[in-house]
């Protein structure tokens, strides 16, 4: 009787182990599975995604182009005349003559971008306060800043095409609209 229960008990180790066998066999296979199903969904998206595998190539180029893209770009104020150099010739004699500018119509074509609005630290006129430590400086250092460019302003105010006299005038114009009338040379 010792003989058959232990013959039994081997029988019923052969059969758990076999069970064992299988169930881990059935899970591992299952788990195979998914992971190669879940390879074929990542590739199959990659696929579709411009750009995702190619390092370099154009597709990557223009993506990247699209993101550096600048947002906006700048645009002064005023009529087109005001801001582009003229490659025309010089008027010919008894040629209609040159409307002149005053300095508040240059001020509104090209100066009024940053000091109507601050932008870069300009002072905006008429702000007698943010004017003062610049008024303060005299109307030749200031001639030469709006001439010659100082710290973020740009030489005549980004328009090369402005004359050094038109400059002057759109300088008086700020001036003596900021406080500073006193130090405008009268012509």
């Not at 990542?42 to 190619?54: E, I, K, L, N």
């Not at 709006?146 to 740009?154: K, R, T, W």
Request: net charge negative.
């Amino acid at each position: 009787m010792e003989h058959h229960n232990q013959q039994q008990l081997h029988e019923h180790g052969k059969r758990h182990d076999q069970h064992f066998y299988d169930s881990f066999l059935l899970v591992f296979g299952v788990l195979a599975l998914m992971a190669i199903i879940v390879f074929w969904i990542a590739m199959s998206v990659a696929d579709r995604s411009p750009g995702s595998y190619d390092l370099g190539g154009a597709v990557q180029e223009k993506l990247i182009d699209q993101r550096l893209a600048p947002i906006g770009d700048v645009q002064i104020a005023g009529s087109a005349e005001t801001q582009t150099v003229s490659t025309a010739p010089a008027p010919a004699a008894g040629a209609a003559p040159v409307v002149a500018q005053s300095g508040k119509q240059i001020w509104e074509g090209t100066c009024s971008a940053c000091h109507g609005t601050g932008a870069l630290g300009a002072p905006k006129i008429g702000d007698k306060s943010e004017w003062a430590p610049h008024l303060a400086k005299g109307f030749t250092v200031l001639e030469d800043h709006a001439l010659h460019g100082f710290l973020l302003m740009p030489a005549k105010g980004g328009n090369p095409s402005l004359s050094d006299a038109q400059v002057v005038k759109a300088l008086e114009y700020m001036i003596s609209q900021s406080g500073g009338a006193n130090l405008v040379p009268h012509h």
